[in-house]
C-alpha cells in the first residue's frame, strides 16, 4: 500500500491519493499517468500486467488498484 | 467480414516524410508535466523525434513527391495506372476528391478511376482491400494505393495525450494482378459505438469551426486542447487494442488455420511503443518480429504507418527476398483489420524526405 502510494505521490506530488475516491473522475490521473505507473509498478514489484488490465476501471482508486496488484503478487 | 484474393502482387512502396523535424525534448514545456515525468514518458511511449509538415502543406503533397519521382525514374508507368485510391482523414479540401486533384496534376487519363476513402489508423488495410477489389474487375494493370494524412495540423500542441506522437507521412503502394501474384488475406471488423473515442469534434457540416470551438480550453486532467483540435479518449484506446484488436487478431490465425511461427514479421500499425509491446506480449508474439521503432523516429503517421514500418524496417531485405507478413490497423470509427501475405521481392521500396 505505502509503495503504491509512494509511486502515486511521484507521478502528482499535489495529490493526497488517500483522499480520493475516484482518480479518473476527478481528473487526478490521465492515460499517461496510468502508463507512467504501470511501468512503476511493473519495475518495482517485478510483475507483468496485462494490457487488458490497464483499464481505468483498474485505477479508480486505492481500493481497486490494489485487487488489481494482488492478482499480480502478494502485497 | 473476411476476405481472400488470389493472384495479387504488391509490386513497389514508398514512404515519403516531411523534411521538418521536431523533437520532443524541445517540447516538453508545452504539456504541463514535470521534466522527470516527460523523460520517463520518453522512454516508455517512444518519443523522439517527430516528421510534421510546415506550413500548409498536405498529404497530397507528400504522395505526389513519391508519385513524381517513380515516374521520372521509370519505376510506375502512367499508361499503367487503372485507379487511384486515396486514403486520408485530411483531404485538400471536403470538395472535390482528393485523388481527383493528384489524377490532374499527374496528367492521368480519362479511363482512371478515382477515389478518397476517409479511414485513419486501420486505413492502410482498407486501401489494400479495396485495390484488390479493383483489381478483380480489371484484369489489367496497376492499381495505385495513396495513404497520406497530416493530422499534426489538427492536434493541439498543448494536448499531451496526442501532440507528443503525432507524425505526419504519405506512402504510395502498386498493386497489380500477376500470375505470380500471391494470396491476401485479410478480415475487418468496425464498432460506431464508439466513434467518438477519436474524433476531430468541430470544423465539419455537424459542428462547424467558430469563435468558440476554436478556443482552447483547459480539461479537468489538466490537458488543453479546442473542439477544432484531435480528440482521443487515451484509456478508452488502450483497452481497445488491448481486447478487442488481439482477439481479432486470434480470430484472424484461427480461421484462416495460420501458423503463427511462420510469419517473418508482424508490421502493426505505430500507436506507441509502451502499447506495441503490451500487444506484442499478449500475443506472445517474439518482440524482434514487431518493429515499434516508428513513434520514435517519425511520429504516428495514421494510415502510412504500416508502409512507413515496411520502408524503415525491411527496405532492402524486401528488395531480395520474399517475406510473410502479418499486417494490423486499429484507430479511428473505431475500426480494425489483420491482412497477410506475401510481399516481396519488390521493385521498389524506399524512404524519402520531401
Same mark, same amino acid.
Given at each position: 500500500?505505502?509503495?503504491?502510494?509512494?509511486?502515486?505521490?511521484?507521478?502528482?506530488?499535489?495529490?493526497?491519493?488517500?483522499?480520493?475516491?475516484?482518480?479518473?473522475?476527478?481528473?487526478?490521473?490521465?492515460?499517461?499517468?496510468?502508463?507512467?505507473?504501470?511501468?512503476?509498478?511493473?519495475?518495482?514489484?517485478?510483475?507483468?500486467?496485462?494490457?487488458?488490465?490497464?483499464?481505468?476501471?483498474?485505477?479508480?482508486?486505492?481500493?481497486?488498484?490494489?485487487?488489481?496488484?494482488?492478482?499480480?503478487?502478494?502485497? | 467480414?473476411?476476405?481472400?484474393?488470389?493472384?495479387?502482387?504488391?509490386?513497389?512502396?514508398?514512404?515519403?516524410?516531411?523534411?521538418?523535424? =521536431?523533437?520532443?525534448?524541445?517540447?516538453?514545456?508545452?504539456?504541463?508535466?514535470?521534466?522527470?515525468?516527460?523523460?520517463?514518458?520518453?522512454?516508455?511511449?517512444?518519443?523522439?523525434?517527430?516528421?510534421?509538415?510546415?506550413?500548409?502543406?498536405?498529404?497530397?503533397?507528400?504522395?505526389?513527391? /513519391?508519385?513524381?519521382?517513380?515516374?521520372? +525514374?521509370?519505376?510506375?508507368?502512367?499508361?499503367?495506372?487503372?485507379?487511384?485510391?486515396?486514403?486520408?482523414?485530411?483531404?485538400?479540401?471536403? @470538395?472535390?476528391?482528393?485523388?481527383?486533384?493528384?489524377?490532374?496534376?499527374?496528367?492521368?487519363?480519362?479511363? =482512371?478511376?478515382?477515389?478518397?476513402? $476517409?479511414?485513419?489508423?486501420?486505413?492502410?488495410?482498407?486501401? &489494400?482491400?479495396?485495390? %484488390?477489389?479493383?483489381? $478483380?474487375?480489371?484484369? *489489367? /494493370?496497376?492499381?495505385?494505393?495513396? $495513404?497520406? *494524412?497530416?493530422?499534426?495540423?489538427?492536434?493541439?500542441?498543448?494536448?499531451?495525450?496526442?501532440? !507528443?506522437?503525432?507524425?505526419?507521412?504519405?506512402?504510395? +503502394?502498386?498493386?497489380?494482378?500477376?500470375?505470380?501474384?500471391?494470396?491476401?488475406?485479410?478480415?475487418?471488423?468496425?464498432?460506431?459505438?464508439?466513434?467518438?473515442?477519436?474524433?476531430?469534434?468541430?470544423?465539419?457540416?455537424?459542428?462547424?469551426?467558430?469563435?468558440?470551438?476554436?478556443?482552447?480550453?483547459? &480539461? !479537468?486532467?489538466? $490537458?488543453?486542447?479546442?473542439?477544432?483540435?484531435?480528440?482521443?479518449?487515451?484509456?478508452?484506446?488502450? +483497452?481497445?487494442?488491448?481486447?478487442? =484488436?488481439?482477439?481479432?487478431?486470434?480470430?484472424?490465425?484461427? *480461421?484462416?488455420?495460420?501458423?503463427?511461427?511462420?510469419?517473418?514479421?508482424? @508490421?502493426?500499425?505505430?500507436?506507441?511503443?509502451?502499447? &506495441?509491446?503490451?500487444?506484442?506480449?499478449?500475443?506472445?508474439?517474439?518482440?524482434?518480429?514487431?518493429?515499434?521503432?516508428?513513434?520514435?523516429?517519425?511520429?504516428?503517421?495514421?494510415?502510412?504507418?504500416?508502409?512507413?514500418?515496411?520502408?524503415?524496417?525491411?527496405?532492402?531485405?524486401?528488395?531480395?527476398?520474399?517475406?510473410?507478413?502479418?499486417?494490423?490497423?486499429?484507430?479511428?470509427? &473505431?475500426?480494425?483489420?489483420?491482412?497477410?501475405?506475401?510481399?516481396? !521481392?519488390?521493385?521498389? %521500396?524506399?524512404?524519402?524526405?520531401?
Amino acid at each position: 500500500m505505502n509503495e503504491v502510494i509512494s509511486i502515486l505521490t511521484v507521478i502528482r506530488p499535489e495529490v493526497d491519493f488517500t483522499r480520493c475516491d475516484d482518480f479518473i473522475k476527478e481528473g487526478l490521473l490521465d492515460s499517461l499517468d496510468i502508463v507512467t505507473l504501470v511501468a512503476e509498478l511493473e519495475d518495482r514489484l517485478g510483475i507483468c500486467i496485462d494490457g487488458q488490465d490497464i483499464s481505468p476501471e483498474n485505477f479508480k482508486n486505492l481500493e481497486t488498484l490494489l485487487a488489481l496488484l494482488r492478482r499480480y503478487t502478494v502485497l | 467480414m473476411n476476405f481472400k484474393f488470389e493472384g495479387k502482387k504488391i509490386e513497389g512502396i514508398v514512404s515519403v516524410v516531411p523534411q521538418h523535424c =521536431v523533437k520532443f525534448e524541445d517540447e516538453i514545456a508545452n504539456y504541463g508535466f514535470s521534466e522527470d515525468k516527460c523523460r520517463s514518458l520518453q522512454k516508455l511511449m517512444g518519443f523522439g523525434e517527430r516528421r510534421i509538415v510546415a506550413d500548409k502543406e498536405c498529404g497530397s503533397d507528400l504522395v505526389l513527391h /513519391g508519385l513524381e519521382h517513380l515516374i521520372r +525514374t521509370g519505376k510506375l508507368d502512367k499508361k499503367e495506372i487503372r485507379a487511384l485510391v486515396f486514403v486520408s482523414q485530411t483531404p485538400d479540401h471536403f @470538395m472535390p476528391p482528393t485523388s481527383c486533384i493528384l489524377h490532374g496534376k499527374l496528367g492521368l487519363g480519362r479511363d =482512371v478511376l478515382c477515389f478518397d476513402i $476517409n479511414q485513419g489508423c486501420t486505413g492502410y488495410i482498407y486501401g &489494400l482491400i479495396q485495390s %484488390c477489389m479493383i483489381l $478483380n474487375a480489371v484484369r *489489367d /494493370g496497376k492499381v495505385v494505393l495513396l $495513404n497520406a *494524412d497530416t493530422l499534426s495540423r489538427r492536434a493541439c500542441r498543448f494536448d499531451r495525450n496526442i501532440y !507528443p506522437i503525432i507524425g505526419d507521412a504519405g506512402a504510395i +503502394t502498386v498493386i497489380g494482378n500477376s500470375p505470380q501474384g500471391r494470396d491476401i488475406m485479410a478480415a475487418m471488423e468496425t464498432d460506431g459505438s464508439r466513434s467518438h473515442w477519436l474524433v476531430i469534434p468541430a470544423g465539419g457540416f455537424r459542428m462547424p469551426s467558430d469563435q468558440q470551438s476554436r478556443q482552447i480550453k483547459v &480539461l !479537468p486532467d489538466g $490537458n488543453r486542447r479546442s473542439d477544432d483540435d484531435f480528440f482521443m479518449n487515451g484509456s478508452g484506446i488502450f +483497452t481497445f487494442t488491448q481486447t478487442d =484488436v488481439p482477439a481479432s487478431l486470434r480470430k484472424f490465425f484461427a *480461421d484462416g488455420d495460420i501458423q503463427v511461427e511462420g510469419i517473418d514479421y508482424f @508490421m502493426f500499425h505505430q500507436p506507441n511503443r509502451f502499447l &506495441l509491446e503490451k500487444l506484442a506480449r499478449k500475443l506472445n508474439l517474439d518482440f524482434g518480429k514487431v518493429p515499434a521503432n516508428i513513434v520514435e523516429k517519425y511520429g504516428n503517421p495514421s494510415s502510412a504507418s504500416i508502409p512507413l514500418t515496411i520502408c524503415h524496417n525491411v527496405r532492402e531485405k524486401i528488395l531480395h527476398e520474399k517475406l510473410r507478413i502479418c499486417m494490423a490497423g486499429f484507430g479511428v470509427g &473505431l475500426s480494425w483489420g489483420s491482412l497477410l501475405t506475401d510481399v516481396g !521481392p519488390l521493385s521498389f %521500396c524506399e524512404l524519402l524526405e520531401r
